[in-house]
């Protein structure tokens, strides 16, 4: 079998490497930008199990477990550590408590050692968090972050190597059917290929809408504020105050992570204004975050879908999508590479396969709810 992937970030990745461990055939990477140089260039490096919906719990805790052990699993240093740091998502309003209690029981049952807090317990399991005005809050002690998220992209792209994957930087500007299988055209001239994976976030659409009709993907700018390093450790946890729309993080580097989750607009103009949004959400909940004052400002993309869940789905015969990440294509890559190498290797697919099909986009009408 010939596998042809269209993007080379940590989704694309991921799926090289599934596919070329079960010896399936061989497989091509292309993308014009390089290997791990969009989204998955920039972003933090969170794994958390926390969601709404069993599915999507399942698919985070299947991909937690993978990163957990990576070493071993990839066969190779990676040259990263995970660490278990905590989420921890506060409530101050009752309405938002009580859907983070419905979250917590969704998690349970799908196997995820989530819990409530109550206030008190809150202020005690974050070091300076001030909880006046409180409802509550969950967290989760398994999840996390890598503390070299970058290096965990460049080894998923090292054991495809090892296991024969070849790269090519170069764009893919179109697909046509070739016989039984697929014609990928671009900058590199043409490769047939029996099957077609397309991973290329919000460019996903412009390459597959002419088989499988408008793809429900858009792009989404998001950014992130950087403080400078600080020996001294702020924040531990990472804390999001849904209710106040920020969320911070100090990272190992000792730098402060924190973002204005409802940050829009141009950034030159608006950036300010997002920097006074985390000082003033933190103020009186953890102080210490004010103290910095998060002079840089970098600016990535979500590839979004209307619910904000990826569609990893088989298109059309031998063409597939792993896009619509929505942000948390990091979090899952390995469940998606997993998944995809199942399918094409005839094997039964997981469960949770039904919540990232495209079918619920075309049966009973698109949902807009992202679910926390």
Same mark, same amino acid.
């Given at each position: 079998m010939?596998?042809g992937i *269209? %993007? &080379?970030?940590i989704?694309?990745l991921s ?6 461990e079960r010896g399936l %055939?061989? +497989? ?6 390089? !290997?791990?140089a969009g989204?998955?260039?920039i ?8 969601w709404g919906?069993v599915?999507?719990c399942l !698919?985070a805790?299947e991909s937690? &477990? ?6 071993e699993?990839? #066969?190779?240093? @990676?040259?990263?550590r995970?660490?278990?740091c905590?989420? @921890? ?6 309405e ?10 969704i998690?349970?049952?799908? %196997? *995820?050692?989530?819990?409530?807090l ?6 005690a399991l =974050?070091p300076g968090?001030?909880?006046d005005?409180?409802?509550?809050g969950a ?6 972050y890598?503390d070299?998220p970058?290096? *965990?992209?460049?080894a998923?792209?090292?054991a495809?190597?090892r296991?024969?994957a070849?790269?090519?930087r ?6 046509e059917?070739a #016989?039984?299988?697929?014609r990928?055209?671009g900058?590199?001239g043409?490769?047939? +290929?029996?099957?077609?994976? @397309?991973?290329?976030?919000a460019d996903?659409?412009?390459l597959v809408?002419a088989?499988?009709?408008?793809l429900?993907?858009?792009?989404e700018?998001?950014y992130?504020?950087? #403080? ?8 531990d946890?990472l804390v999001v105050a849904?209710?106040?729309?920020v ?12 973002s204005d989750l ?5 950034p030159t103009?608006?950036?300010?204004r997002?920097?006074e949004?985390?000082?003033r959400g933190f ?6 975050v004010?103290r ?5 400002l @970098? ?8 619910d904000?869940?990826p569609i990893?789905?088989e298109?059309?015969?031998g ?5 619509g ?6 979090m ?7 998944l995809?190498? &199942?399918?094409?290797? %005839?094997?039964r ?6 919540? =990232?099909?495209?079918?619920r986009?075309?049966a ?8 926390i």
């Amino acid at each position: 079998m010939r596998v042809g992937i *269209v %993007g &080379a970030g940590i989704s694309g990745l991921s799926i090289a490497f599934h596919v070329l461990e079960r010896g399936l %055939g061989s +497989v091509t990477l292309l993308d014009h930008a390089g !290997i791990g140089a969009g989204a998955s260039a920039i972003q933090p490096g969170g794994v958390r199990q926390q969601w709404g919906s069993v599915a999507n719990c399942l !698919i985070a805790r299947e991909s937690h &477990a993978v990163y957990e052990r990576l070493d071993e699993r990839l #066969g190779a240093e @990676v040259g990263a550590r995970f660490e278990r740091c905590d989420y @921890v998502f506060v409530a101050h309003r009752e309405e938002t408590l009580a859907q983070l209690a419905a979250n917590v029981a969704i998690q349970r049952e799908a %196997g *995820v050692p989530s819990e409530l807090l109550d206030p008190g317990a809150l202020e005690a399991l =974050v070091p300076g968090l001030r909880v006046d005005g409180v409802s509550g809050g969950a967290h989760c002690a398994e999840d996390g972050y890598f503390d070299r998220p970058q290096a *965990v992209v460049a080894a998923f792209a090292d054991a495809a190597r090892r296991l024969s994957a070849s790269f090519e930087r170069s764009r893919v500007r179109r697909l046509e059917r070739a #016989g039984d299988g697929w014609r990928m055209l671009g900058d590199f001239g043409a490769l047939d +290929v029996d099957v077609v994976v @397309v991973a290329a976030g919000a460019d996903t659409p412009a390459l597959v809408d002419a088989y499988a009709g408008p793809l429900p993907i858009a792009r989404e700018p998001r950014y992130l504020l950087l #403080g400078a390093p600080h020996a001294e450790r702020t924040l531990d946890p990472l804390v999001v105050a849904l209710d106040r729309g920020v969320a911070a993080k100090q990272l190992a580097s000792g730098r402060l992570l924190a973002s204005d989750l409802r940050a829009a607009g141009n950034p030159t103009r608006e950036a300010p204004r997002w920097r006074e949004t985390v000082q003033r959400g933190f103020a009186d909940l953890v102080p210490a975050v004010t103290r910095d004052p998060l002079g840089e400002l @970098v600016e990535g993309w979500y590839d979004m879908t209307p619910d904000a869940q990826p569609i990893i789905d088989e298109l059309e015969a031998g063409l597939w999508v792993a896009a619509g990440f929505s942000g948390h294509g990091f979090m899952v890559a390995p469940s998606t590479g997993r998944l995809v190498a &199942a399918a094409l290797s %005839g094997d039964r697919l997981p469960g949770w396969h039904d919540a =990232v099909r495209i079918d619920r986009f075309r049966a009973a009408g698109e949902r807009d709810t992202q679910v926390i």
